[in-house]
């Protein structure tokens, strides 16, 4: 080929997958040269002169929040728990409050409880309502805490030996939360011997579930057993079409892409977090340093030539590798091939020199449009500049 001047054009390197949402205009507005509507006037209206007044600044509005509540948890001796039993021959009951260390020592943040029968040498149960007041510690933990307080019965030896695993064993009791007056009352059965429980939170309540979440059944995960990497995947809805022919997008999260990403990487998380990926596909044009482009040692740079249509390569479903281009046909095809039509076209205001972007066509009839809205619109072309050394290429 005929060398001319050495100039530089700004070509696309990735095109990526957008929708496209046609919207039809009402024909009216359609209509080129169309009049408008006349405009009938049915009485007239007296106008008012308003004086002009400056603008005058305004004093800002400073907002303060409520303090909050001091926390102070109860000692042994306060009277933060009352018990009242159902059965007057049982006679009275007494609720007392362990001290903080028994239920810092038994991994519980709340307070523990013992309610005995003052009959100490009663050996039958019976039925106590027992109610405890928090208002003085319901600010001590966040994440609704307070509105997901509920009682526990404990093992005996729990007020004794906390530290022992089979003294922290918690058995939940039908309890009432009042949030508003802050009062957790339960039906509890005692004896002479005494019962202790514990007020703590639960995983949920009025203001919310704080359960560990469970992987969506529309999910699927794996566990590669070689590598460890841990894999996850959720497909999201997309808008329904006739005959069912709208495209699959899932969100999709790898861990080994994160221990993939070291310092002499590119270690910048996608759009979504670290390690999640919402990738639709792409079509990516590669070229080549200049200085493999030319002999002449003026031109040898580091700069990016062109280098040809041989240089491109796709991520689309099922499709991806490099292209394959039949230069007498003038068409792609992938090098693993399902079938699909490949198309580059140009014309469109993506930014692009010949605002080149392509078109996939499916075996079922499914068009995929790579780069091919407005460089405003969707930034769905990515470009580089890129050095021409000879006549025809672009």
Known sequence: MKPHRPGWAVKATVAVLVATLVVPVPEVLAQPGAAPSPIHQDRSTSVTNVPFAPWQPQEPVVTTEAPTAPVSWPKPGDRVAKATSSDRAAGGVTVTVHDRNISATAGITGVVVDVRADDRARTAKSKTTLQLDYTSFSGAIGGDWASRLKLFALPPCAAVTPAKPECQIMTPVPSRNDHHAKQVTAEVEVN???????????????????????????????????????????PMRTPPVPGKLQPELELS?????????????????????????????????????????????????????????????????????????????????AGNDDGSRIER??????????????????????????????????????????????????
């Open 192 to 234: 002479g011997e005494g019962s202790v429980f514990a007020l703590a939170a639960d995983a949920d309540g009025v203001g919310g579930d704080y359960k560990a979440g469970k992987l969506a059944p529309s999910a699927t995960w794996q566990v590669g057993t070689n590598t460890g990497s841990f894999s996850w995947s959720h």
């Open 253 to 333: 999260y790898s861990a080994g892409s994160v221990d993939g990403r070291t310092a002499s990487t590119n270690t910048q998380p996608s759009w979504i977090g670290e390690g999640w990926d919402l990738w639709p596909g792409q079509i990516t044009r590669s070229y080549r340093l200049c200085t493999d482009d030319t002999t002449v040692a003026a031109k040898r740079t580091g700069d990016q030539c062109w280098a040809g249509d041989d240089y491109v390569s796709i991520v689309s479903g099922s499709i991806s590798g490099e292209l394959v281009y039949d230069p007498g046909k003038k068409t792609w095809k």
């Open 345 to 394: 076209l140009t014309g469109a205001n993506n930014g692009d020199n010949d605002g080149e972007h392509w078109k996939v066509t499916s075996t079922d009839g499914t068009q995929y449009f790579f780069g091919s809205r407005g460089k405003d619109e969707t930034q769905s072309t990515w470009v580089v500049p890129v050095f021409v050394l000879y006549a025809g290429e672009p």
